[in-house]
Antibody, heavy 121, light 107 residues
């Protein structure tokens, strides 16, 4: 079965960086893209960006351009999301999500368990 | 960016009730609309994709309809496990945007 297992919770100081990992199993890794979605405490869902597991192409949300980098390692079937220059408003649960596609419709089919990143001053 | 507006933001209902949640896109998104359910403390779960297709394993009391700008998620007979927050999301273009969510709680 498809599984996405994320790294553990992180506590970071303002201005620091965080790198969250997402290890995939149960499917052909390079066939599907991975998105990252975050959720601040008590808030809704925010799409952060996408990476192709096939060739590493990326597409980032404009408000995070320059602060976020998504990479993948096909040998370990792992995707990484690094966020730099952290501020208090980056405190959130970060989810990796494997896409599914039917026809031209793409959807977030499988979700990791989430990684809580807490930014303190 | 395409804005997704959900209504209501919250509703109170009883087991057995029929529940309807609406989602409006700021421009036409054809049928590129997905619905998710989130129980507090857990990851969201895909319910409906392409506006009306039921994800495998999701009970048939959930249904979706609509196209263009106006969409609806219906729960035909609310069950205890359905008390949760529901989000719509468009995949017509990037950035993928979500509605702000509709919380269904106990009346």
């Amino acid at each position: 079965q498809v599984q996405l297992v994320q790294s553990g919770a992180e506590v970071k100081k303002s201005g620091a960086s965080v790198k969250v990992s997402c290890k995939a199993s149960g499917y052909t890794f390079t066939t599907y893209g991975i998105s990252w979605v975050r959720q601040a405490p008590g808030q809704g869902l925010e799409w952060m960006g996408w990476i192709s597991a096939y060739n590493g192409n990326t597409n980032y949300a404009q408000n995070l351009q320059g602060r976020v980098t998504m990479t993948r390692d096909t040998s370990t079937r792992t995707v990484y999301m690094e966020l730099r220059s952290l501020g208090s408003d980056d405190t959130a649960v970060y989810f990796c999500v494997r896409e599914g596609q039917t026809g031209t419709t793409v959807y977030f089919q499988y979700w990791g368990q989430g990684t809580l990143v807490t930014v303190s001053s | 960016d395409i804005q997704m507006t959900q209504s209501p933001s919250s509703l109170s209902a009883s087991v057995g009730d029929r529940v309807t949640i609406t989602c409006r896109a700021s421009q036409s998104i054809d049928n590129h609309l997905n619905w998710y359910q989130q129980i507090p403390g857990t990851a969201p779960k895909l319910l409906i994709y392409a506006a009306s297709a039921l994800q495998s394993g999701v009970p048939s009391r959930f249904s979706g309809s609509g196209s263009g700008t106006d969409f609806t998620l219906t729960i035909s007979s609310l069950q205890p496990e359905d008390f949760a927050t529901y989000y719509c999301q468009q995949s017509y273009n990037s950035p993928r945007t979500f509605g702000r969510g509709t919380t269904v709680d106990v009346k």
